[in-house]
């Protein structure tokens, strides 16, 4: 069984970095294309930022591109999410994923973390 667990949530001013951090368990973190999603009340879970396992390409939705970064360390089972330039609208739960490709981790992803509230203020 695998597990997601993030960590790195927290409240930060509009124009302001965070870096999410997730840790893989259970099974090798490269075996799988990574994602972060995030969610707001009332709003379907979307994607923001996906890395593919075998090459390590990265994709963005525009919302977000320039200002997210994914990137993965398999040697120590993990995927982070550099944010910077933070606006309020990026206030959410973001939660890691892991998909068998970047296409399905973006749309059936087969793991979910519990999730880390990020809180932007204006």
């Known amino acids: 069984q695998v597990q997601l667990v993030e960590s790195g949530g927290g409240l930060v001013q509009a124009g302001g970095s965070l870096r999410l951090s997730c840790t893989v368990s259970?099974?090798?973190?490269?075996?799988?294309?990574m994602a972060w999603f995030r969610q707001t009340p009332g709003k379907e879970r979307q994607w923001v930022a996906v890395i593919s396992w075998r090459s390590g390409t990265t994709y963005y939705p525009d919302s977000v591109k320039g200002r997210f970064t994914i990137s993965r360390d398999n040697a120590k089972n993990s995927v982070y999410l550099q944010m910077n330039s933070l606006k309020p609208e990026d206030t959410a739960v973001y939660y890691c994923?892991?998909?068998?490709?970047?296409?399905?981790?973006?749309?059936?992803?087969?793991?979910w973390g519990q999730g880390t509230q990020v809180t932007v203020s204006s």
């Open positions: 259970g099974r090798s973190s490269s075996s799988y294309a």
């Open positions: 994923a892991a998909g068998v490709s970047w296409v399905a981790v973006r749309t059936t992803p087969d793991y």
